[in-house]
Structure formats: C-alpha cells, structure tokens
C-alpha cells in the first residue's frame, strides 16, 4: 500500500529507505506562492529517534510491514526477556535492551504488544495503565494529609512511582506506564 502527501496524518505508519516510522505531529501548509507540502515529525520504530521530514505532491510513501502480536510474559534470565505467542504457544527471547523502558513494568504473566517489522520483532509495549502491588514505601506520617504530599513507592515490577503518603505498603494501585504516575488506589 501507498501514501500520497493528502493520506498523511498523525498516527500513520511508514516505511522511508528501509526504516519504518510513525508520524508524531502533522502540518499541512499551504504558503502564498508555491505549491503545498505537509511538515512531519516523524518516529523511529527502531532507536526511538524523532527526525522533521517535509513531504512534497507527487512523493509516495509505502506502508511498513508491522504486525502487532499480543504475547504474555513468561520469565527473564539474566540476558534475556520471554514471551509466549498467546495463540501459537510459540516462545520469544528477547534481549534486555530491546525490551527497554517496557522492563520496568513487566510481571509474571503480563501481556504485551511485541511489534514485528517484516518478521523481526522490534519493540514491546504494555498496556497504558497496569495494576500493581507496592513492596517497599516509607510509612504514613501523622499530619500527613496534603494531597500534594507524595513519597516513593516500588512496585512488584521494580518501577518507582510517587503516591500519596495514605499509600502503605501491600496495597494495590493503579498506574498510568506511559507518565510512571500513580492513578489511584486499585479497588
């Protein structure tokens, strides 16, 4: 499939010299002489980076070869990070830096999103708000009752999120992975 500079738009992914991308932000512009052209800024699918890049008329774009694939985690070992594909029970083993800031949020059994580009995995996601046991947080003080009060908690997964100082340890709260904020208390 094929993009011309009117399909683009936020979200859209495509494949420029081999790399596949994601646009991140998107301005038509239309300037008093000359013809249009779209302003990107556009997302590596594999290092992360953000590049510019202007599209003309007449440019084309292809679509990248991505398949999402829900994958459950299995375990870690000292290299390595394993999923099983939930509808083909096949195991995945990924190496810890591939996994990257995904890691800190990843217990026994969480589901992922790993995305492939042309049958290589590149990435994994988890889910935008997760529910999590706090194993280690200070212990509540007297007086402490500001809600713009927060101390640090470690989570089950091992990411440390600020919470409230009413938060004690072994409680269940709910997180938001994409800002490591906490949510609220987990019902």
Not at 34 to 59: C, M, P, Q, Y
Not at 127 to 156: C, H, Q, R, Y
């Amino acid at each position: 499939m094929t993009y011309s500079m009117s399909d683009l738009k936020k979200g859209l992914k495509i494949e420029i010299g081999g790399i596949p991308y994601k646009i991140v932000e998107y301005q038509h512009v239309k300037p008093g002489k000359g013809a249009a052209f779209v302003r990107t800024k556009i997302k590596s699918f594999l290092n992360g980076k953000v590049i510019e890049k202007t599209f003309h008329a007449g440019d084309k774009q292809t679509a990248p070869n991505l398949v999402d694939k829900k994958m459950q985690f299995s375990y870690k070992d000292e290299e390595f990070f394993h999923f099983m594909d939930t509808d083909t029970y096949d195991m995945l083993a990924l190496p810890i830096e591939q996994v990257g800031d995904s890691a800190k949020w990843i217990i026994d059994g969480t589901d992922v999103d790993v995305l492939f580009y042309n049958d290589k995995p590149i990435s994994v996601d988890v889910p935008d708000t997760m529910v999590l046991k706090i194993v280690e947080t200070p212990p509540n003080f007297k007086g402490d009752s500001s809600n713009s009060s927060k101390k640090p908690a470690t989570l089950e997964s091992g990411a440390v999120v600020n919470v409230p100082f009413h938060i004690l340890e072994g409680e269940m709260i709910k997180v938001d992975t994409r800002t490591s904020e906490y949510l609220e208390k987990a019902k």
